[in-house]
């Protein structure tokens, strides 16, 4: 059993190659990584102990990249296949695995050896379930979104860098502009505190009740996803469609707690509800509860917070 | 222009009940509806066909239940619906399930473009649309939240991490939608009694001309278990006489827990 890591997010490769390296020293197998940018030699250091190079990787587009993947799957024979699972990589496991004709277990979220099978766990009906699955194809392809795993420390270890030679092809989906999106002020992934909106928000001004008590304890401000997607007050929001987050106290504000938003924050320590609506369902996957309008409530929180201990 | 829409019949998320010895979904006899994303494809479709012209057919691989779940699609104005019904599919991987529908997709015959959703909100696998693109060796165009046809060319808007990627490829080609591209109509009582009028064909393997046994060995990957992780939270309701004193005990609760 070996494997073959790649993303196009370097430090996503790295996290990859952390897992894969622990898995492959169980198994006394070998790791091998597909490399993007400059300086191979780091996956070296990264945990890789064979990492090919192939010119003509540049801007990613699914159909040279996956062709780049399948040419490295031919050079490494892994049995298993690690991508990284940006929206990109979301898209390029299952192509790759297409070309390969083999099995794919799309954005997972862990992944263990049990007698010697490898067995992923990935979220599954709306996000409300957990299912274990394993695949019986060789190869078999799995991608991890960012910070599932751990890098290694960067050491000097003996490893090879093999050039690949191919030429890719070119993609038939042609790029004819780029927009950059503005860089979100949040960080809601890394975020130790979060203070989030829902509905029970009636004005993109009143999220003025949010920032105050954001300010006083250092939170990050997240969202639902209509206030994000449809209303467009916020730029990114918390869910399985959005950002999963894991913060030590997450305080959800007039947020309903639909499936696919807890979710998203089924990892916090402690979460916080504030909902008018006793029945929401926020209320029933919460560490502390206040039935209660945010509109009375948040003023009354930012005091309390200013006038703590 | 012909285009073929992608659907999927799931079961309503919100009603599935969770078994309470084992903790796993119990999605017999839930109601079944079109995958909210997969809706949205439907719905571009049909805003094109609006535009353009031409015909909107949808395609599903399903069971018996399908057929009603897919009058919706009828109603909200497919013009015809495929539905791939057989027994020996249930329950195989997206690796077979992109072969079978493939071999359906050749079988609707010629067509200009095919659009499915992100993902299916059951499974949440995100692979039929690369995985049919790279099958019928056609361009895949995934994250789309917008999108035009003009001049044999699709033009799509890519709604990714860090950029809006505006892309153009040659029809026909394979499109995937977010949910944010549009909201879907609700169709009216007329549609609706129309909808019922409209063809809906049922194939099995042989009507495609697949093998069902040699479909189901290309399926690798296995559903072990599935349960709803236990949500271990405390559940402690504050309540006060005032909201004053309710925000304070919060406050206290918080720094008791060292999260403030």
């Known amino acids: 059993m070996s494997f073959l890591v790649f993303s196009e997010d370097r430090e996503l490769a790295f996290q990859l190659l952390g897992k894969a390296r622990e898995l492959a020293d169980k198994m006394s197998s070998e790791v091998a990584a597909l490399a993007t940018g400059s300086d191979p030699q780091e996956y070296v250091c990264q945990g890789a102990d064979r ?6 990787l540049d801007r990613f587009n699914v159909e040279p990249y996956g062709t780049a993947v399948v040419e490295a799957v031919k050079a490494a024979k892994p049995s298993t296949v690690f991508i990284g699972a940006t929206k990109r990589g979301k898209e390029l496991a299952p192509w790759v695995a297409s070309s390969l004709g083999v099995g794919c277990m799309n954005e997972c979220s862990g992944v263990e050896l049990k007698d010697g099978k490898i067995v992923v766990e990935r979220l599954t009906y709306g996000g409300s379930n957990v299912a274990e699955e394993t695949s019986t194809s060789i190869p078999t392809v799995i991608s991890f979104p960012p910070r599932c795993f751990e890098k290694l420390e960067s ?29 979100s002020k949040a960080d809601l992934e890394s975020a130790s505190i979060i203070v989030s909106a829902g509905r029970g928000f009636k004005a993109k001004e009143d999220l003025r009740l949010l920032e105050e008590i954001a300010e006083i304890i250092g939170a990050q401000i997240g969202c639902t996803r209509p206030i994000s997607a449809d209303l467009g007050w916020m730029d990114q929001w918390v869910g399985i469609s959005g950002k ?52 009375e409530v948040l003023p009354a929180l930012t005091k309390a917070l200013s006038e703590r201990a | ?71 919706e699609a009828l109603a909200m104005g497919a013009d015809a619906v495929y539905i791939v019904n057989e027994p020996e599919f249930r ?17 609707v015959g010629d067509y200009d473009l095919i659009i499915a959703g992100e993902m299916t909100l059951d499974s949440l696998s995100s692979q039929i649309g690369p995985r049919l693109a790279h099958l019928l060796d056609l361009p895949p165009i ?68 697949l093998d069902a046994s040699e479909v189901k060995s290309q399926s690798y990957v296995q559903i ?26 919060l406050v206290e609760a918080l720094m008791q827990e060292g999260v403030l």
């Open chain 2, 142 to 209: 995934t994250y789309v939240k917008e999108l035009d046809v003009a001049d044999g060319k699709v033009r799509a808007i890519r709604d990714l991490e860090d950029v809006d990627e505006v892309v153009e490829a040659a029809l026909p080609a394979v499109v995937s939608v977010v949910r944010e591209i549009n909201e879907p109509r609700i169709p009216n009582l007329m549609s609706i009694m129309r909808a019922k009028k409209k063809p809906q064909t049922v194939w099995g393997a042989g009507d495609i001309g």
């Open chain 2, 91 to 107: 329950g195989v991987d997206t690796n077979a399930t992109s072969k079978v529908l493939e071999a359906a997709v050749r079988n």
């Open chain 2, 224 to 249: 072990m278990s599935v349960s709803a992780p236990k949500m271990e939270r405390k559940q402690i309701k504050i309540e006060a006489e005032t909201v004053e004193k309710a925000a304070t005990k």
């Open chain 1, 244 to 295: 999963k987050v894991k913060p030590s106290l997450y305080v959800a504000c007039g947020v309903s707690g639909t499936i696919q938003h807890v979710a998203g924050i089924r990892d916090s320590q402690i979460i916080v509800s504030i909902n008018s609506d006793e029945g929401a369902g926020i209320h029933g996957i919460s560490d502390y509860s206040i039935v209660g309008d945010v509109y």
């Open chain 1, 155 to 183: 050491v000097e270890r003996s490893g090879k860098v093999v050039e690949l030679e191919m030429n890719l092809p070119e993609p038939r989906v042609k790029v004819v502009e780029r927009r950059e999106k503005p860089k």
């Open chain 1, 51 to 56: 990492v090919y190079t192939l010119s003509g």
């Open chain 2, 1 to 71: 222009m012909r285009q073929i829409v992608l659907l999927k019949d799931i079961p309503e998320l919100t009603e599935i009940k969770l078994d309470s010895q084992t903790r796993a979904p119990i999605v017999e006899g839930v109601k079944r509806k079109i995958s909210e994303v997969d809706k949205r494809a439907l719905e571009a479709a049909i805003r094109l066909k609006e535009k353009v012209g031409g015909e909107v057919v949808a395609l599903s691989m399903g069971d018996n239940k399908t057929k009603t779940a897919l009058l």
